[in-house]
């Protein structure tokens, strides 16, 4: 069956390190997306991709960045990690249609 | 600037009864509209969608209710059951020119009790 995966599904990282989460879909989807989910905010778009080398900024960019190489991976990658960027991390996925698909999550912790 | 808004943080509801979720958008660009279940550590589901040239969906006990000119939806669940406490999100999309975007609530807590 087709899915979309996260990894790791936890991180601990500390302040001013670089850390990359990873997304990967068998969907074969040609649009994909990073959320971060926090209490009172519900769910904001951090980057997405419309297809391969496309990345585009979302509402909550800064500090994130993404790269596009092939159709089934989009890493969202925390240059220099911030007390502010701890939170659960949600990848999805799309095809031409509305309805994204989600992946599992991965809760960052930045000490 | 919120353009989906959520106003009730949460819900309870006896089960068996009626439980319902609105949601309000300022965006008339918006044409599609979504809700989203989610659990505690799982990602949100897929739940039921309408498009802005309908007013209503049904799938099982679940309705979608859009309102264009009060740019409200709303959705139902009949009978309520203690298996859909969880979290709802609505949702909102618009095309971009490369494709559609999402644009979330900030979510509904539901708690159905015995």
């Known amino acids: 069956d087709a899915e979309i995966t996260q990894s790791p599904r936890h991180k601990i990282t500390e302040t001013g390190r670089q850390v990359t989460l990873a997304c990967h879909q068998t969907?074969?989807?040609?649009?994909m997306f990073w959320y971060r989910q926090d209490l009172g905010h519900g769910l904001r778009l951090i980057h997405y991709?419309?297809?391969?080398?496309?990345?585009n900024k979302g509402e909550v960019s800064d500090g994130y960045s993404v790269s596009r190489s092939n159709t089934e991976d989009l890493p969202l990658t925390l240059e220099s990690a911030a007390s502010s960027q701890t939170s659960v991390y949600f990848c999805?996925?799309?095809?031409?249609?509305?309805?994204?698909?989600f992946g599992p999550g991965t809760r960052l912790t930045v000490l | 600037d919120q353009q989906v808004k959520q106003n009730s943080p949460s819900l309870s509801v006896q089960e068996g009864r009626i439980s319902i979720l609105n949601c309000d958008y300022t965006?008339?660009?918006?044409?599609?509209f979504l809700w989203y279940k989610k659990y505690p550590a799982e990602g949100p589901t897929f739940l039921i969608s309408?498009?802005?040239?309908?007013d209503k969906n049904e799938d099982g006990r679940f309705t979608v209710f859009l309102n264009k000119s009060a740019k409200h939806l709303s959705l139902h669940i009949v009978p309520s059951q203690p298996g859909d406490s969880a979290v709802y999100f609505c949702?909102?999309?618009?095309?971009?020119?490369?494709?559609?975007?999402?644009?979330f609530g900030t979510g509904t807590q539901l708690k159905v009790e015995l």
């Open positions: 969907w074969n989807h040609n649009n």
């Open positions: 965006n008339s660009m918006f044409d599609y």
């Open positions: 949702a909102a999309s618009t095309f971009t020119g490369g494709g559609n975007k999402l644009t």
């Open positions: 309408i498009s802005s040239i309908k």
């Open positions: 991709s419309y297809g391969v080398q496309d990345t």
């Open positions: 999805a996925s799309s095809d031409l249609a509305d309805t994204q698909y």
